[in-house]
C-alpha cells in the first residue's frame, strides 16, 4: 500500500482491513465506508479592514446509529473534505470503543486561526454555526474543539446556536469554557486518558511505569496533558516534546537531559502550542530543528501533533528500546509504518482508543448540561479512568481473543457494536 493515500483511504483502508477479517456482509460494509451526510458552505467575514474574505466550512457526519453524531471542528491550513471524512470515520469507533452513545462526525475550516484578529475569529465560528445549525443539535450532532478552535470559540458557536434557536442550548457543543457551560477536567481529559490508556498497556506488558521514559510529538493541549500525566500520574520521565515553529516554518524538539519539566514548558507555550525557545534555551533545554522526538531512547512514544507522522521512512529511526506506541493524536502512523511496528512486535494503543478521553469528558459535559448539575473535577477523572480502562480493556480482551493487533481489534470492538446498533435500529 503506497504511502501517499490520503487520510480519508487509509481510514477506508483500516475498515476494509477489519471488516474482511469479520466477514461482514459487503454490502453493510458498503454503508459504514461513508458518511452518512457530508456540508460543504461558504463562510463570508468582514475583516478588520472593511474587506470580505471568504472561508469554506465542512461539516461530515459518519454515523449516528448510536447517537447524535460527534466531532471537533478543526482550523487548520491544510485542512480538507477527506481528512475531515476521515476523522469523522474514525470518531464513529473512537464513540464505539469508548462505549459512550454517541456516532461520529467531524467538522473544519482551512485556516491558520494564527492569522486572524480576535473579531474575524468570533465572525467566522458565529459564521460557521450560521450555515450549520439546522444540522446541528444535542440530539443531532454536538461539534466540539479540535487542533486550532478553542474553548472560547465554543463558548461563541454556542452562544450563535441558542440565538438562532431561541434557548440557552449549552448541549450543542462541548468543550465549552468552565463557566460557560464546559465541564471540568475537559481540558485535560485527552492527555490524561492517554496515560490512563498507557498505565494500562504497561501493567499488561510488566513495565515499570517509574522508571519509563516517554517521547512525545507536539506539544498543544494532548500532549501537554499527555506530558503532565506521563509524569504525574505515573511518575515516569518526559524525555522530550516537539512543536511546529509558525515564524520559522519548521519542527523542532526540545529535550532536557534530566527530562522536561511540562508545567515549565507549558508556562513558555502560547495557545498554539508553539514553545518559546530562547526561553527555553535559557532554562537548559536542548533545542534541535526537525522530528529527533521519533529517535529518542524511549520506552513509550506518543505522537500527539498530527496524522501521517510516522510512515515508511521515519519509522527506521525508531530506537530499539520502544515497546509502546500511544497514538495521542489521530491517525499518527501510516499503514507501512503499522506493519514495522507489527513486525517488531511494538505494542500500539491505537488513536480511537488512546486518544477517546478527549470525546469521553465531551460526552460527560453533554450530560451535566442535560441535566443542569455540574460534577468535580476529581469526579470527572475518576469517571474517565473508569472508561478509559474498560475500553482498554475490552479491546486488550478482542486482542487476546482474536489473535489479532490492538489497532484491529480496537475495530473489531467498535465495528462490531455498531453493527450491533445498525441491527437493532432495523437499519440492515
Ligand atoms: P493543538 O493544536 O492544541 O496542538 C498541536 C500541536 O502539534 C502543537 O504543539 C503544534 O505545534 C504541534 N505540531 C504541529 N505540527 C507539528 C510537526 N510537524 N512536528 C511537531 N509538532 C507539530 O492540537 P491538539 O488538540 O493537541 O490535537 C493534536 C492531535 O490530537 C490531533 O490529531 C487531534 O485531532 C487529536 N485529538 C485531539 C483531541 C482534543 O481533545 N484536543 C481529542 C482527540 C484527538
Known amino acids: 500500500m503506497s504511502d501517499l493515500i490520503n487520510a480519508f483511504q487509509m481510514a477506508q483502508a483500516q475498515f476494509d482491513h477489519v471488516a474482511k477479517q469479520l466477514n461482514m456482509d459487503p454490502q453493510v460494509a458498503e454503508i459504514l465506508r461513508w458518511p452518512s451526510r457530508e456540508f460543504k458552505f461558504e463562510i463570508p467575514v468582514r475583516m478588520d479592514d472593511g474587506s470580505i474574505r471568504l472561508f469554506f466550512g465542512y461539516r461530515v457526519q459518519h454515523n449516528d446509529v448510536r447517537g447524535p453524531a460527534k466531532g471537533g471542528i478543526r482550523f487548520h491550513p491544510s485542512e480538507t473534505l477527506d481528512t475531515v471524512r476521515a476523522l469523522a470515520m474514525w470518531m464513529t469507533w473512537k464513540c464505539a470503543v469508548a462505549d459512550i452513545p454517541l456516532g461520529g462526525g467531524k467538522g473544519g475550516v482551512p485556516v491558520d486561526p494564527a492569522t486572524l484578529s480576535v473579531t474575524e475569529k468570533e465572525k467566522l465560528c458565529r459564521g460557521w454555526v450560521g450555515q450549520m445549525w439546522r ?32 434557548q440557552y442550548t449549552p448541549g450543542v457543543i462541548t468543550g465549552k469554557p468552565v463557566g460557560g ?19 494500562e498497556a504497561m501493567k499488561h506488558l510488566k513495565i515499570d511505569p517509574a522508571k519509563s521514559v516517554v517521547a512525545i510529538q507536539g506539544f498543544g493541549n494532548v500532549s501537554q496533558y499527555a506530558a503532565i500525566g506521563f509524569n504525574k500520574l505515573l511518575g515516569g520521565t518526559v524525555a522530550c516534546v516537539s512543536y511546529w515553529d509558525r515564524a520559522d516554518r519548521a519542527a523542532y524538539t526540545v529535550s532536557h537531559p534530566k527530562g522536561v519539566d511540562p508545567k515549565f514548558l507549558q508556562s513558555i507555550t502560547d495557545q498554539y502550542g508553539s514553545i518559546d525557545k530562547e526561553q527555553a534555551r535559557k532554562a537548559g533545554y536542548i533545542i534541535e530543528e526537525g522530528d529527533a522526538w521519533i529517535t529518542k531512547e524511549a520506552d513509550v512514544l506518543l505522537p500527539g501533533a498530527l496524522e501521517g507522522q510516522i510512515n515508511a521512512e521515519s519509522v527506521k529511526r525508531v530506537s530499539s528500546r ?36 478527549g470525546v469521553t469528558v465531551s460526552y460527560f459535559e453533554g450530560v451535566q448540561n442535560d441535566m443542569n448539575y455540574y460534577w468535580t473535577r476529581e469526579e470527572v477523572l475518576q469517571r474517565l479512568d473508569t472508561k478509559m480502562t474498560q475500553a482498554f480493556n475490552s479491546v486488550l480482551e478482542m486482542s487476546e481473543g482474536e489473535k489479532v493487533f490492538m489497532r484491529d481489534a480496537a475495530y473489531m470492538v467498535a465495528i462490531n457494536r455498531v453493527v450491533k446498533a445498525m441491527e437493532l435500529r432495523g437499519w440492515i
Open 135 to 166: 444540522n446541528i443539535g444535542p440530539r443531532q450532532d454536538v461539534p466540539a474543539p479540535d487542533v486550532g478552535t478553542t474553548p472560547q470559540m465554543m463558548g461563541w458557536m454556542m452562544d450563535e446556536y441558542s440565538k438562532l434557536v431561541g
Open 181 to 199: 457551560g464546559g465541564s471540568l477536567g475537559r481540558t485535560e481529559a485527552t492527555g490524561f486518558g492517554a496515560i490512563f490508556a498507557v498505565r
Open 322 to 357: 520502544v515497546r509502546i506506541v500511544a497514538e495521542g493524536a489521530n491517525g499518527p502512523t501510516t499503514p507501512e509504518a503499522d506493519e514495522v511496528f507489527k513486525r517488531n512486535n511494538i505494542f500500539v494503543v491505537p488513536d480511537f482508543l488512546c486518544n477517546a478521553g
